[in-house]
């Protein structure tokens, strides 16, 4: 009762606080390369690792760092191996979005109380640089919630890692911290979802987008945005709607073979400087027409940027009530079409870019049309 009170009065409480994304965890075929790739590509810097050198006979994780953003790259030995078996039937992809906490196992409790599946029990992490303590709930696929806390624990990452860093010189390009995450679920688990984040989590719903703001000729989906209360942790949820055509939302589905995360979106202060580096070092971007670039100066106003930069790296501008934000969508970073990353630029704007899904969804359906899966 006290909940719908509080919904009511608009003022939903977070079931714990939640400080930010602690880190991001990909279960992938072949570490060392994906790490590499993150590295060169993206401006990652290796920080720590684990392996068989460390004691860690069946698996090996590179934890990467850039600002705020920590991505940890794992892979497994032997094709029985959990992770192995998640490769296999996924693709490479995300398994963990963990959410830096102050009390784990309160955290873990209360959700679990509320309804949550419980995925790992708490359990602290121990060595000379102080404790860690960790617990894991599911969320939609075979995703997973880590609550992580980590009171004045002074090593790299975490016990158990050991600090390592990029055998060749790491650039950064700018990324600074995770703007939001989003997952795609089934026809007709959307409202589960979110239902989950706010019940579960004490999440408040955001934004609703039907198939009416995100639908082309062809194709259409529904998405839902949910967040906690300091507005730092970001989930939409996409499903698939109704379209003469197979949608972006059902095609993920079947490559990935069920739910999971569909992309990262990653903020950066200069996204003109992080952009020509990303496109300089090999990373493909979705192609908008020049003829975006035609009415776009009518639709959002002045900007500070220079539009033929915006257009020569075919990046993309929108404005809400608030500011404007410009953003770009890589392809997908691995050989199935699943993951891909958004890098956006807010200079005001909270929105996530509306007035764009039209040209970003003919964009993804182009690159659909020649995959075949349109
Ligand atoms: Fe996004």
Same mark, same amino acid.
């Given at each position: 009762?006290? %909940?719908?009170?509080?919904?009511?009065?608009?003022?939903?409480?977070?079931?714990?606080?939640?400080?930010?994304?602690?880190?991001?965890?990909?279960?992938?075929?072949?570490?060392?390369?994906?790490?590499?790739?993150?590295?060169?590509?993206?401006?990652?810097?290796?920080?720590?690792?684990?392996?068989?050198?460390?004691?860690?006979?069946?698996?090996?994780?590179?934890?990467?760092?850039?600002?705020?953003?920590?991505?940890?790259?794992?892979?497994?030995?032997?094709?029985?191996?959990?992770?192995?078996?998640?490769?296999?039937?996924?693709?490479?992809?995300?398994?963990?979005?963990?959410?830096?906490?102050?009390?784990?196992?309160?955290?873990?409790?209360?959700?679990?109380?509320?309804?949550?599946?419980?995925?790992?029990?708490?359990?602290?992490?121990?060595?000379?640089?102080?404790?860690?303590?960790?617990?894991?709930?599911?969320?939609?696929?075979?995703?997973?919630?880590?609550?992580?806390?980590?009171?004045?624990?002074?090593?790299?990452?975490?016990?158990?890692?050991?600090?390592?860093?990029?055998?060749?010189?790491? %650039?950064?390009?700018?990324?600074?911290?995770?703007?939001?995450?989003?997952?795609?679920?089934?026809?007709?688990?959307?409202?589960?979802?979110?239902?989950?984040?706010?019940?579960?989590?004490?999440?408040?719903?955001?934004?609703?987008?039907?198939?009416?703001?995100?639908?082309?000729?062809? %194709?259409?989906?529904?998405?839902?945005?949910?967040?906690?209360?300091?507005?730092?942790?970001?989930?939409?949820?996409?499903?698939?709607?109704?379209?003469?055509?197979?949608?972006?939302?059902?095609?993920?589905?079947?490559?990935?073979?069920?739910?999971?995360?569909?992309?990262?979106?990653?903020?950066?202060?200069?996204?003109?400087?992080?952009?020509?580096?990303?496109?300089?070092?090999?990373?493909?971007?979705?192609?908008?027409?020049?003829?975006?670039?035609?009415?776009?100066?009518?639709?959002?106003?002045?900007?500070?940027?220079?539009?033929?930069?915006?257009?020569?790296?075919?990046?993309?501008?929108?404005?809400?009530?608030?500011?404007?934000?410009?953003?770009?969508?890589?392809?997908?970073?691995?050989?199935?079409?699943?993951?891909?990353?958004?890098?956006?630029?807010?200079?005001?704007?909270?929105?996530?870019?509306?007035?764009?899904?039209?040209?970003?969804?003919?964009?993804?359906?182009?690159?659909?049309?020649?995959?075949?899966?349109?």
């Amino acid at each position: 009762m006290d %909940t719908l009170t509080q919904n009511q009065a608009g003022v939903q409480k977070d079931t714990f606080p939640i400080n930010g994304t602690d880190y991001i965890e990909f279960y992938v075929g072949n570490a060392k390369q994906s790490a590499h790739y993150y590295q060169t590509a993206f401006g990652f810097k290796l920080i720590a690792y684990r392996g068989p050198e460390t004691g860690c006979r069946d698996t090996v994780s590179y934890v990467l760092q850039q600002d705020k953003i920590r991505f940890i790259i794992t892979g497994a030995f032997n094709p029985e191996h959990e992770i192995a078996q998640h490769v296999q039937k996924h693709g490479d992809g995300v398994k963990v979005l963990a959410l830096w906490v102050d009390d784990a196992k309160d955290a873990f409790e209360k959700a679990v109380e509320r309804g949550a599946k419980a995925a790992a029990e708490p359990q602290t992490l121990e060595d000379e640089n102080g404790t860690v303590t960790t617990a894991s709930i599911h969320t939609y696929g075979e995703t997973i919630h880590t609550f992580v806390e980590r009171n004045n624990y002074s090593g790299v990452f975490m016990p158990g890692f050991e600090a390592k860093e990029s055998p060749m010189e790491v %650039t950064p390009i700018g990324l600074k911290y995770v703007d939001h995450c989003v997952g795609n679920v089934e026809l007709g688990m959307m409202n589960k979802w979110v239902d989950f984040y706010q019940d579960v989590m004490g999440f408040k719903l955001l934004v609703t987008f039907d198939d009416k703001d995100i639908s082309t000729k062809y %194709t259409a989906l529904m998405s839902k945005v949910v967040s906690n209360g300091n507005g730092y942790i970001k989930f939409p949820i996409n499903e698939p709607a109704q379209g003469l055509k197979k949608s972006q939302i059902e095609e993920y589905l079947d490559y990935y073979r069920g739910a999971g995360v569909q992309h990262i979106a990653v903020a950066t202060d200069d996204i003109i400087f992080t952009v020509d580096e990303l496109r300089r070092r090999g990373v493909d971007f979705l192609y908008v027409p020049d003829n975006y670039y035609e009415d776009v100066m009518d639709r959002v106003g002045e900007i500070d940027e220079d539009i033929k930069e915006l257009k020569r790296l075919n990046i993309l501008i929108d404005r809400d009530d608030e500011g404007y934000l410009l953003q770009i969508f890589t392809k997908p970073v691995q050989d199935r079409p699943t993951v891909f990353y958004e890098i956006i630029q807010r200079q005001g704007a909270r929105s996530f870019g509306k007035g764009n899904f039209k040209a970003l969804f003919e964009a993804i359906e182009r690159e659909q049309a020649l995959r075949g899966t349109l």
